[in-house]
């Protein structure tokens, strides 16, 4: 076995595997290079998303003609010079592997010029070689162009994604560093568009707004403590503000943005009970420690960051997280099923000036036997009559006992006079008679009738209807949810949309990055009926939803998020399977989100469209809809 030294191209190629994963990763490093070299205005130029130029300007310290070559030797930095240094980083980079890495696997020119030289220099790497360097003239700072990004790697080439992908992560990784830094001029402009343009903002909740819009700064309260080991400041949402979506989540500590599971878990213990299942609220948390007590030489990207009092910050966050809740006054509410619940009268106020309330009495007869006379009521019983029986158990003459039930029967002639002696078909004629009444006593109970399908709904949430064999028993969303993927794979197959039209188009500021998503699937969303159009570089306009889905502004508004969490997932990416992962999850969303089934109208076409579609049992995602209860199991529950 042959052990040799790699050569520094071939070494720098490796190293850009780690440091360089697509164009966003380049965006980043320079601007991190930028604000360590102590600029306060950076522009990012982009073409094509990267592929072809990517252009990062400041106005920073610049470098002379022999730094300007040396800065793309591998290990080659300004912010350590010792091993003490590791213990006290207080920039953005240290270890001199990104630029290496950049001209590794692309062209890069730089020009840069110090405030104290008259011309600058021009610099030129491609493939790890030092090309050319030559005087020109150049404002005070530097400027990076790299071009053909992978140009010398087809193999990594070919898995960077779509533009619209692609630019949506470049924008994240501009928001982290604005957000680091809000006192920075800073702007975005992608094939000759600005995307932002960021003045130089007094406080983090201004730059929050230029970035994100003042909803989200509505939504958030803002958080501060300090204590011996860390100092908490920065703001997080509101509980009611929370979103099926992670996204505006941000941690940093010293200035630098980090991912940290660990604390995230922090910040959902203190929402506990607060959000719904599956939400997670907006946070902007800035974390100060001492930088010998935490390590950020732990991964190549420089995101995730170790803390020597990992627990004591957790405990600190979450306090401090529950008591700007508390102080805001976000609390458990109470939330009772009203739904069926029996209407309990108040009483008026002259009743209660009438005089004292009397506890009423109880009267029974102490000689009644439910089992005497086959089982029905005695002559001498209270209750004989009551409801128009006498004591053979057929009705009586006289109908109701005045004054217990309305007199539904005044001038009635059907019963006349009860004979004294019932034969067997004298009684086959009364009972005939009897109930040929039932629909005069279904009379004072119109409103709780079944219709004639019956179909009853129970709680807005199942769907009960007789069958041959007992009662079926329908989950109305998931039904919902199998009638609306049908629909969208048809439509997806025919190319044949039905979108019902919003009466008032709604406008979501969405956020430059999650723009590109929309633009991305746009053909797709219209397919399965959705009319959604850019305005701007961070806002939608709802002109339409399928069908099935509701059309209030504020369910519109709910109904995004959802749909840029569906639409971020890497997994889904593959156009070819793309449309029929989507369909399940805009069902699914559809489903949440559908007009309620109220009327037994509504539900009887619920379970037509059901039984009209390829699965009747199953929704795309497995989950049975419907069950049927058997008769004799019913019977069974009243022996």
Aim: charge should be negative.
């Amino acid at each position: 076995m042959d052990i040799r030294i790699l050569p520094g191209n071939i070494a720098n190629m490796i190293a850009a595997g780690e440091v360089v994963q697509r164009p966003a990763s380049v965006v980043k490093e320079l601007m991190e290079n930028a604000v360590d070299a102590g600029a306060d205005s950076i522009t990012v130029a982009i073409q094509d998303a990267g592929r072809t130029l990517i252009q990062v300007t400041d106005n920073g310290c610049g470098m002379s003609p022999d730094e300007a070559v040396l800065c793309f030797e591998r290990h080659a930095t300004s912010k350590i010079a010792s091993v003490e240094d590791l213990s006290d980083i207080r920039t953005f980079g240290f270890r001199g592997e990104a630029l290496a890495s950049i001209a590794a696997v692309s062209e890069v020119v730089l020009k840069t010029r110090r405030e104290t030289d008259e011309v600058g220099c021009e610099v030129i790497f491609a493939d790890s070689r030092h090309l050319s360097t030559q005087e020109v003239a150049a404002p005070r700072g530097a400027g990076f162009s790299v071009r053909n990004l992978f140009y010398n790697v087809p193999a990594r080439r070919k898995f960077i994604k779509s533009d619209n992908v692609e630019m949506k992560h470049i924008v994240n990784e501009f928001l982290r560093i604005a957000l680091t830094r809000p006192w920075l001029n800073l702007t975005l402009t992608s094939n000759g568009k600005d995307i932002y343009v960021l003045k130089s903002a007094k406080s983090l909740k201004f730059r929050i707004q230029d970035l994100l819009g003042s909803n989200v700064v509505d939504s958030v309260v803002d958080i501060n403590t300090e204590t011996s080991v860390v100092k908490v400041s920065g703001y997080v949402g509101r509980p009611d503000c929370a979103r099926k979506n992670q996204s505006n989540q941000y941690f940093f500590v010293n200035g630098r943005y980090f991912r940290s599971p660990y604390l995230h878990k922090a910040v959902m213990n203190a929402y506990s009970n607060l959000v719904p299942e599956g939400y997670s609220p907006s946070y902007f948390i800035y974390l100060e420690v001492d930088p010998h007590t935490m390590d950020v030489n732990i991964s190549p990207t420089k995101t995730e960051v170790k803390f020597e009092e990992d627990n004591v910050i957790f405990q600190t966050l979450y306090a401090c997280i529950k008591e700007a809740v508390g102080k805001n006054s976000f609390g458990d509410a109470i939330d009772f099923d009203l739904e069926g619940a029996p209407e309990i009268p108040v009483l008026s106020r002259s009743y209660r000036e009438s005089g004292p309330v009397v506890e009423p009495g109880i009267s029974y007869n102490p000689a009644y036997n439910p089992f005497q006379n086959d089982g029905f009521p005695s002559e001498t019983s209270p209750y004989s009559n009551t409801l128009g029986y006498d004591n053979t158990g057929v009705p009586s003459a006289e109908g109701p006992v005045s004054g217990m039930m309305p007199d539904i029967y005044s001038g009635s002639t059907a019963y006349g006079k009860t004979p004294s002696v019932y034969g067997q078909d004298e009684f086959a004629s009364e009972r005939a008679k009897f109930v040929d009444r039932r629909d005069d006593y279904g009379k004072l109970f119109e409103d709780k009738i079944l219709p004639s399908t019956q179909v009853l709904i129970v709680k807005g949430k199942y769907i009960f209807t007789p069958v041959k064999s007992g009662v079926m028993i329908v989950n109305i969303r998931r039904a919902a949810e199998r009638i609306l993927f049908d629909n969208y794979m048809k439509n997806a197959s025919s190319e044949r949309c039905c979108t019902q039209a919003s009466l008032f188009p709604v406008q979501v500021r969405i956020g430059a990055a999650d723009m590109y998503l929309f633009s991305e699937c746009r053909d797709i969303l219209e397919k399965f009926g959705f009319d959604i159009e850019p305005q701007g570089t961070d806002t939608v306009v709802v002109k339409g939803v399928p069908e099935s889905y509701s059309t209030e502004p504020d369910s519109v508004e709910k109904l995004i998020p959802d749909l840029i969490l569906a639409l971020s997932d890497d997994h889904v990416s593959a156009r070819e399977n793309m449309i029929s992962v989507l369909a399940g999850r805009f069902a699914r969303l559809g489903a949440v989100n559908s007009a309620p089934v109220r009327t037994p109208l509504e539900a009887q076409r619920l379970i037509d469209d059901l039984f009209a579609c390829s699965n009747t049992e199953f929704t795309d995602s497995g989950h049975r809809i419907m069950s049927v209860l058997p008769e004799d199991d019913i019977a069974g529950m009243f022996r």
